[in-house]
């Protein structure tokens, strides 16, 4: 008989809360209420306050998440890393490197995941399918958190969007919110309309004519009552916006890249057009950027996209630690 490692005592790994968000996976924002989005966004600001103060803690000690990206990314990936890490758990990485893992010798998806579960708690997953993460959550016990899935949701960007908004202005309801650029394939358009069809809020859809909003996205706001129109000039929205929320003409989603060069310099925001809009407004980017900002509009106190992406780490703080049962 060997003397045995660990002294394990009594101790279980359990739930110290139970909000519903325990062991759940994060598919869309259909799933959250109004109650629920109040619930993530009070725990990012402890969540800010903690990394204000601290800068780590133990909260997520023993738990590991991996963090699985089939399509690039820069500000997801090292943000869930960044909020694991901040939390005291760990991270297996399958970012850059996808190339090399076995999912390029031809292993389905769902393999994949069901081997990636056994080695951790939790599974963020990008992947250019519609639909992908709710694929793999049927298979997998783990909670799996979209991180993107094609054309289709950005759950998570979604909600650092929104807590983007409340904490820039103070509210979700009166505003009027104008979404420009690619509203067709933008994920995160789709994403964040729908979940701010849940508050008094007016919105303007300006874009290309092949790159409007999605009718039936469309047609769930209007279903719903919403004061919706579409547009295809800036310049008609710019005055009366709380908030620009900007997006990229998406290239790796074109079929036909000639329909992509027509498409591609449509919309620039520029210094001349930020002084027509609002003293208190918020110009907002999902990012990357690829000309549709200009660098000098950075300098405006009004450019919200790189606070943005620092809301973006407390967001995903909350909910990593909310579906473990810590928060
Ligand atoms: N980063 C965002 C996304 O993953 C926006 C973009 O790529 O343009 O959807």
């Not at 002294?7 to 110290?16: A, F, N, Q, S, V």
Request: net charge negative.
């Amino acid at each position: 008989m060997l003397t045995p490692l660990f002294d394990l005592g009594t101790y279980k790994r359990e739930p110290r809360f139970t909000n519903g968000f325990y062991q759940k996976d994060i598919l869309s924002v259909s799933q959250f209420s109004k109650a629920d989005l109040d619930y993530i966004f009070e725990r990012a600001q402890e969540m800010l306050a903690m990394c204000e103060t601290w800068g780590t803690c133990d909260l997520l000690k023993g738990y590991t998440l991996a963090c699985v990206f089939y399509e690039p990314s820069t500000r997801t990936s090292s943000s869930f890393i960044a909020a694991m890490e901040r939390l005291g758990g760990k991270v297996i990485p399958i970012t850059e490197g996808i190339q090399y893992s076995s999912v390029s010798k031809g292993e389905s998806l769902i393999d994949s995941m069901i081997t990636l579960e056994q080695y951790c708690d939790v599974i963020v997953l990008r992947h250019p399918e519609i639909g992908s993460s709710a694929t793999a959550a049927k298979y997998v016990k783990a909670p799996i958190i979209n991180a993107g899935d094609g054309a289709g949701e950005h759950p998570t960007q979604a909600l650092l969007d929104l807590f983007t908004i409340q904490r820039e202005l103070g509210t979700l309801d009166g505003l009027k919110v104008a979404m420009v650029g690619d509203l067709r394939y933008g994920r995160t358009v789709h994403s964040l309309t729908r979940l701010l069809s849940q508050y008094d809020v007016s919105l303007r859809f300006v874009s290309p004519d092949t790159l409007r909003l999605p009718l039936d996205l469309m047609n769930e706001l209007i279903d719903k009552g919403l004061n919706v129109r579409e547009t295809n000039k800036v310049s008609d929205v710019i005055e009366n916006a709380d908030v620009l929320y900007v997006t990229r003409i998406q290239k790796e989603r074109f079929s036909d890249l000639a329909q992509y060069e027509e498409v591609k310099n449509y919309f620039v925001i520029s210094p001349d057009l930020m002084a027509q809009a609002k003293e208190k407004m918020v110009v907002m980017h999902p990012l990357p950027r690829v000309g549709e900002i200009e660098y000098k509009v950075d300098k405006d106190p009004r450019a919200a996209y790189f606070r943005q992406v620092q809301n973006g780490l407390y967001v995903r703080m909350a909910l990593l630690a909310a579906v473990l049962g810590q928060a």
